[in-house]
């Protein structure tokens, strides 16, 4: 309607179809808003048709279903697709912004009108409105490096450092540094692929194993807690961490490239009024005041826990000592335990991470969320019994154990279960709903 009025992006224009040109703009608009609605509905549709148990084909809304899953219904939202492409060719680049601006209308419009419906019986989508209440309490974990973050931080502290030492000295060592940065990475590398290797021997790494060995699981992350720690020690041993100015490792912290939507999802879900949440970062980095400048908003209030590890200053110079505090699989495992037990009631925990060494933690979360599955974690995760599910389709099983308190039941023993998203933004859809 707010095309066929004229209506484009807020603003009225006049339109007089003279020209074929003019008609075919006017067709690229309408079809503009039209698309949308019929793909999102045809996706809609036949993922509830893929969730629904065979034996669950009489109800209220099966024949609006069956219409908008059928082949016919894609067909025709096929179709309206490639016409809109076809009239978009002629079209001006700014008339194109338009049907782009048309298109996301659509869609928000569509998505809006969903989320509008009211649900009467309790749901764990938003997840945060499970939460409402003053003592329903939401604790949101999560690692930091690539899993927030779209570097390593141990590359970026690497890079400070052998500015650091270049600038201390007339004759450049950055040569010198950056050798010995090489050597410990390789080093580090070679001794963490071999205990993977010691780990999982001559075995096909894909295969899944029946049921969560935890105590294995546990045992073979002791062996990589190992590596962890001995890594430390060569990097603080090599004094390569002496010299960074804590005024410039802030500024790198306030620079750092996040993953698309993370930052985002942090800032909308700490203004949400109606739901207590408390955040924790659990990471190896070597230096917390990074990671705390990187979460400080614009008036330089910290809005997260930080569990990691500090560097020791002397006049907010390094001296290329460390303060160890978060190390290895096991150190993660032990902060994330104190974090629930800390907590005054009952409290739902959410854990976030990507790495082999969240594993535990996540395991331990009453929903843990594998972000960017790789291969490393998905081949460890199978062969001690980890079951990764796409977060969309668990949270459907999820909902089924949801009780009419909007608690979810408690299962007899750890569940072998994570959920595995590919971004951010499906991680904000899970907790806030949009």
């Known amino acids: 309607m707010e095309t066929a009025s004229g209506k484009v992006g807020g603003a009225k224009f006049s339109v007089k179809i003279v020209t074929p040109f003019e008609k075919t703009k006017l067709a690229a608009y309408t079809l503009s808003a039209i698309s949308p609605c019929m793909r999102l509905y ?31 219904f894609e067909a025709s939202a096929s179709r309206i697709e490639d016409l809109l492409d076809k009239l978009s060719i002629c079209l001006t680049g700014e008339e194109l912004d338009v049907v782009e601006r048309l298109y996301n209308r659509a869609m928000k419009l569509e998505i809006d009108f969903i989320w509008s419906q009211s649900v009467v019986q309790q749901t764990i989508v938003p997840f945060s409105l499970l939460h409402k209440r003053p003592e329903d309490n939401l604790v949101i974990s999560c690692d930091f490096d690539l899993t927030c973050t779209a570097v390593d931080s141990s590359a970026l502290l690497a890079e400070l450092a052998i500015v650091a030492a270049n600038n201390l000295s007339e004759i450049d060592p950055s040569s010198d540094m950056r050798t010995t940065w090489s050597d410990l990475y390789s080093q580090y590398v070679e001794e963490y692929q071999q205990c993977i290797e010691n780990i999982m021997p001559n075995e096909d790494k894909s295969i899944q194993v029946e049921g969560l060995d935890y105590e294995g699981l546990c045992k073979a992350l002791e062996q990589i807690s190992d590596i962890e720690k001995r890594a430390t020690s060569r990097v603080v041993h090599s004094n390569v961490l002496k010299g960074l100015n804590l005024a410039d490792i802030r500024r790198a912290g306030e620079r750092l490239a996040f ?10 879900v700490l203004e949400r009024k109606n739901c207590a949440t408390d955040f924790h970062v659990l990471s190896y980095c070597w230096c917390s005041d990074l990671i705390t400048s990187a979460f400080s908003s614009e008036d330089g209030d910290v809005l997260i826990n930080v569990h990691s590890n500090d560097l020791v200053y002397e006049d907010s110079i390094s001296t290329g000592d460390m303060i160890k ?110």
């Open 42 to 72: 045809s996706f809609i549709s036949k993922e509830i048709q893929a969730l629904l148990p065979p034996e669950e084909n009489e109800h209220v809304y099966q024949k609006w279903l069956n219409n908008l899953s059928s082949e016919k």
């Open 259 to 268: 993953q698309d939507g993370c930052k985002r999802f942090f800032k909308d």
């Open 325 to 434: 505090k978060m190390e290895s699989p096991m150190d993660k495992l032990r902060a994330f335990n104190d974090i629930s037990k800390n907590e005054e009631a009952k409290a739902s925990t959410v854990y976030i991470g990507g790495s082999v060494g969240d594993l535990l933690c996540l395991l331990e979360a009453d929903i843990g969320i594998v972000i960017g599955l790789s291969s490393s974690v998905m081949k460890l995760g199978n062969h001690f019994g980890i079951s990764f599910v796409p977060l969309f389709s668990g949270l459907v099983s999820k909902q089924k154990g949801l009780g009419e308190e909007g608690v979810l039941s408690s299962s007899n023993g750890r569940s072998n279960i994570l959920y595995s998203v590919s971004n951010w933004d499906e991680i904000y859809a899970f907790v806030l709903g949009q």
